[in-house]
C-alpha cells in the first residue's frame, strides 16, 4: 500500500517512521523547504517531549474520552521506546521530558535520519491544494484511491494521514491550510482560536509593573458582563509574567483559552490573582499585622518590599488608595484590610489575548466526533488524522508533543493494518 503523509511536523514525521517500518511505500509532502520547522521551536529550543503526568485533565477537546482512548493506547512509555529505538535518549526533569542533550534539533535529527535511513519519499516544497477520493471514475485502477494536488501534479495514494498542524506560527508551516482539506471531506471544523498565549487586560498600571516574574495563583471567572464575571472556570498556580498590557506566563498560557473563548462568544473575563498563594487566606490578616508590628516605621511605599517586586507592591498599595509617604504604623484596620485583600485578590479584567502568531497551539480543529479511535475519518476510509489539526490540545509541558506522538501512532498503525487486511 502507499500511504502519503500530508505535513512533515512532529506528527507527520512519526506517522511516516511507522507506516514505513510497517512495510508501506511512504511519501511526506511538506510545503516549507525543510521539515520540522515548528518542532526546533519548541521548551524554548530544548524540547519538553512529554510528561510523566498523563492526567486526562491536562488535554482540552470537544471529545476527551476519544483523546483519552487514544492517549491509553499509546502513552508515554510508547513515545519513549519510539524515540530510543531512533537513538534518542531521554530526561527526566521532574516529570517533564526532554532530549537528553536538551535540544530541540537532536528530536529533528533522530526523525529525519531516520526517515532518510529507511528511504522514505521526502517531497519539500510541495504544498497540497486538495486532495479527493476518486469514486467511480473513468480509470478503474484509480478508484477507491486519493488523489493529491501539490505543485500542478497529481498523485495516487492507496490511505492518506493528514498532519497539517493548526495556524498557531504561521512562520513554521502551520498555516491552517489542513482544515481546508478536511472540509473538502465534509469534516466539521471546530473554530480554530488561539491558546496557549498572553492575555491583555484594561487596567492602566501595567506598564509600572513590567517585567515582574512572581510566583501567583490564578482564578479565571467570566461572566454576561462586567460586573457579573462570577463563573469560575480555571485556576492555575505558578509563575506570573507582568508585561506591559496583561498577564503571561505559564499558567497565563493554561488558562488563555478560556479567557480567548469566552471574549470570542462576546462574554466578558475577570482574572483573580493571588499574590501571595502560599499564606492561606485565613493567616493573611495577622502576617501582615506582625509585619506591621515589626516594620511600622517604614513609609507605605516600603511596606510590601521583602514580599512582592516593590513596584508591584507600590500597585498594591496605589490600588487601595493609599498615600506612599504615609507611615505604615498610620494605617487603619480598615485599611489593613484592603491590603490583605488586594494581595489575595488582584483583579484584573481581561480585555485581548495574543493573537495566532504568538500562541503556541491552536484550539479548535477537526471534530473528533468525526473519528474513531483509529483517528480514521468515519466519512472516508482510508483518510486518517494526526496531530494539532485534530481538536485537541493540552497544556504546557509536553502535553503537545505527546498527543502529536499518539496520534500519529495510533492512525499510522491503524492505516498499516488496513494495508495487512486490504
Ligand atoms: C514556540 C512553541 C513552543 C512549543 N513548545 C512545546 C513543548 O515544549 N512541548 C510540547 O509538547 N509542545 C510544544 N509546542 C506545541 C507543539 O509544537 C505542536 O503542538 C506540535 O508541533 C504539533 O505537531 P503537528 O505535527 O500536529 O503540527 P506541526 O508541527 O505544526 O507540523 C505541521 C506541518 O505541516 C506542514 N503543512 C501544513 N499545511 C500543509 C500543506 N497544505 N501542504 C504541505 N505541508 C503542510 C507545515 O509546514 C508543518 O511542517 C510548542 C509550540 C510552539 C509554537
Request: contains cysteine.
Amino acid at each position: 500500500m502507499n500511504i502519503a503523509v500530508i505535513g512533515g511536523g512532529a506528527s507527520g514525521m512519526i506517522a511516516a517512521v511507522i507506516s514505513k517500518r510497517s512495510g508501506n511505500d511512504v511519501t511526506v509532502f511538506e510545503h516549507m523547504p525543510r521539515v520540522g520547522k515548528k518542532l526546533l521551536l519548541t521548551g524554548n529550543g530544548k524540547c519538553n517531549i512529554s510528561n510523566t503526568d498523563m492526567d486526562p485533565g491536562h488535554f482540552h477537546s470537544g471529545d476527551l474520552e476519544r483523546v483519552k482512548n487514544v492517549l491509553e493506547k499509546y502513552p508515554p512509555a510508547r513515545t519513549l521506546a519510539f524515540f530510543e529505538e531512533l537513538g534518542l535518549r531521554i530526561r527526566d526533569r521532574g516529570g517533564y521530558l526532554y532530549p537528553y542533550s536538551e535540544n530541540a534539533s537532536a528530536v529533528v535529527d533522530a526523525l529525519r535520519f531516520s526517515i532518510r535511513d529507511l528511504g522514505i519519499d521526502v517531497m519539500t516544497g510541495a504544498d497540497v491544494l486538495s486532495v479527493s477520493k476518486v469514486m467511480n471514475g473513468n480509470d478503474r485502477s484509480a478508484e477507491g484511491r486519493f488523489v493529491i494536488s501539490s505543485n500542478d501534479r497529481h498523485y495516487h495514494f492507496d490511505c492518506v494521514i493528514i498532519c497539517t498542524g493548526s495556524c498557531a506560527q504561521r512562520n513554521t508551516g502551520s498555516d491552517g491550510s489542513g482544515y481546508n482539506l478536511a472540509k473538502r471531506f465534509g469534516h466539521t471544523i471546530i473554530k480554530p482560536l488561539p491558546a496557549l498565549t498572553y492575555l491583555t487586560c484594561e487596567e492602566d498600571f501595567f506598564p509600572s509593573i513590567a517585567g515582574i516574574r512572581t510566583r501567583a495563583a490564578i482564578s479565571m471567572f467570566m461572566g454576561s458582563s462586567v460586573n457579573s464575571c462570577t463563573d469560575l472556570c480555571g485556576v492555575e498556580v505558578g509563575e506570573l509574567q507582568l508585561t506591559k498590557t496583561g498577564i503571561s506566563g505559564i499558567p497565563v498560557f493554561n488558562l488563555s483559552h478560556i479567557a480567548i473563548k469566552a471574549l470570542d462568544e462576546g462574554r466578558f473575563v475577570r482574572a483573580v490573582i493571588d499574590l501571595v498563594p502560599d499564606i492561606p487566606s485565613e493567616d493573611i490578616r495577622s502576617y501582615m499585622k506582625d509585619r506591621l508590628a515589626k516594620i511600622g516605621t517604614r513609609t507605605v511605599e516600603e511596606m510590601l518590599i521583602g514580599v512582592l517586586a516593590k513596584t508591584l507592591g507600590i500597585c498594591v498599595c496605589k490600588r487601595c488608595g493609599l498615600d506612599l509617604r504615609r507611615s505604615c504604623s498610620s494605617l487603619s484596620e480598615n485599611d489593613i484590610a484592603k491590603v490583605c485583600r488586594m494581595l489575595k485578590q488582584f483583579e484584573v479584567t481581561v480585555k485581548g489575548h495574543g493573537s495566532f502568531e504568538n500562541a503556541q497551539v491552536s484550539q479548535g480543529g477537526v471534530s473528533l466526533e468525526e473519528v474513531d479511535d483509529n483517528l480514521e475519518s468515519r466519512l472516508v476510509s482510508g483518510l486518517y488524522f494526526a496531530g494539532e489539526i485534530l481538536d485537541v490540545f493540552g497544556d504546557c509541558g509536553g502535553y503537545n508533543l505527546q498527543w502529536a506522538a499518539s496520534s500519529a501512532m495510533a492512525a499510522a498503525y491503524a492505516a498499516a493494518l488496513a494495508s495487512q487486511i486490504g
